[in-house]
């Protein structure tokens, strides 16, 4: 079982979830999405959290408000660091996640720790964990089958996009011609312009 929230404080809402055990969690880093951002507190057990990004949007984009809204998330469901004030919250993106052999369910380390940021979390703030909660539905999906629908749906737009820069390069390559042709027949009306007639043809040094 996963559970999704709106994070509403940006229009549209973003959306951000998170799987109800670790072996949820294990499905979620297994099958996510390059679009989605991992939330985790640091140094302490706490609920993997993600915030799924729209086209175009980089971990750069993400505005300020939502960033709280998932870090808050996070500590609103670690047992130890709900009790703690000023701690870190660690997230990345869903790429970086790396699994190796022997790791238990729900465990991950970076492929490259300089890619992790860090968000400060002084205390829990009621107002947004709740507003969050007011969202929450739960949903039980196949991982695996919405992360091959979405590449699917990625290979069919690039072939998309493909087709249309062949279809504009042959455009450019037809007009290149036609204007060369163009070119070539002004040019030969200039040389037909150049010829010099005599007399229609009768040249004779006859004298009478």
């Known amino acids: 079982m996963v559970f999704f929230f709106n994070s509403n404080v940006v229009s549209p809402p973003l959306?951000?979830?998170?799987?109800?055990?670790?072996?949820?969690?294990?499905?979620?880093?297994?099958?996510?999405?390059?679009?989605?951002?991992?939330?985790?507190?640091?140094?302490?057990?706490?609920?993997h959290v993600y915030l799924r990004l729209r086209n175009g949007q980089t971990i750069d984009d993400i505005p300020s408000s939502v960033l709280e809204?998932?870090?808050?998330?996070?500590?609103?469901?670690?047992?130890?660091?709900?009790?703690?004030?000023?701690?870190?919250?660690?997230?990345?993106?869903?790429?970086?996640?790396?699994?190796?052999?022997?790791?238990?369910?729900?465990?991950v380390a970076y492929h490259n720790d300089n890619l992790v940021r860090k968000i400060r979390i002084e205390k829990r703030v009621n107002?947004?964990?709740n507003?969050?909660?007011?969202?929450?539905?739960?949903?039980?999906?196949?991982?695996?089958?919405?992360?091959?629908?979405?590449?699917?749906?990625?290979?069919?737009?690039?072939?998309?996009?493909?087709?249309?820069q062949k279809e504009k390069m042959k455009e450019e390559e037809k007009k290149k011609l036609e204007e060369a042709e163009l070119r070539n027949y002004k040019s030969l009306l200039t040389a037909e312009?150049?010829?010099?007639?005599?007399?229609?043809?009768?040249?004779s040094d006859d004298f009478m």
């Open 193 to 203: 312009k150049m010829t010099t007639n005599y007399d229609d043809g009768n040249d």
């Open 127 to 129: 107002e947004i964990v």
């Open 131 to 164: 507003r969050l909660n007011k969202t929450k539905t739960e949903h039980h999906p196949d991982f695996r089958a919405e992360r091959e629908a979405r590449d699917a749906e990625e290979r069919e737009e690039k072939k998309r996009i493909l087709r249309k």
């Open 15 to 47: 959306e951000i979830f998170m799987g109800a055990d670790k072996y949820e969690n294990e499905e979620l880093i297994r099958w996510g999405w390059p679009e989605d951002v991992w939330f985790h507190v640091h140094n302490y057990s706490s609920a």
């Open 69 to 107: 809204d998932a870090a808050q998330l996070c500590k609103a469901n670690s047992i130890q660091g709900n009790k703690i004030n000023n701690i870190d919250v660690v997230y990345t993106m869903w790429e970086n996640l790396k699994k190796t052999q022997g790791m238990e369910p729900g465990q």
